[in-house]
């Protein structure tokens, strides 16, 4: 089954918000080999005038995968996720994620492209805070493998 070209514009339900904890930005940090202390130790974070730790940058793929599942779960999408190659991946912040935050994505398809039997979906994320400020707008692009 290809990918349905009738996903470019759709646009998804906001995630369930989410709330950034101390503990999985320190994670997250450890995974990444990022070493900032503003990432890890909540004094420093302060001293730089956050509230609390500062996530790094590619932390938002955490919301991300919320909006994604929503995609990969449509059941008209046409696309089959043992055949997915991840092509790209791109963020523009506002601000950044900082543990405290309670954040909710809204995914929207903003391209899909055929390329002989491959397809390629473009989605964006975009996360706001509880305010409904932008935080970050996580962009990916899928690349769907076609039948051998």
Request: glycine share 6%; charged share 20%; no cysteine.
């Amino acid at each position: 089954m290809p990918v349905n070209p009738e996903l470019q514009g759709r646009v998804f339900p906001p995630t369930e918000p989410y709330l950034v904890g101390r503990e999985k930005v320190r994670e997250f940090a450890r995974a990444v080999f990022a070493t900032n202390p503003l990432n890890l130790d909540p004094e420093a974070a302060r001293a730089a005038g956050y509230d609390d730790v500062v996530a790094p940058p590619t932390f938002a793929v955490v919301m991300q995968e919320k909006t994604l599942a929503q995609l990969l779960a449509e059941p008209d999408a046409g696309i089959d996720f043992s055949r997915v190659v991840h092509g790209d991946q791109r963020f523009t912040s506002s601000r950044p994620i900082v543990a405290g935050d309670l954040l909710t994505a809204t995914l929207t398809v903003s391209s899909v492209k055929t390329l002989g039997a491959h397809s390629m979906v473009t989605a964006e994320s975009s996360v706001t805070d509880a305010s409904g400020a932008h935080v970050v707008t996580a962009v990916s692009t899928l690349v769907v493998r076609g039948e051998d």
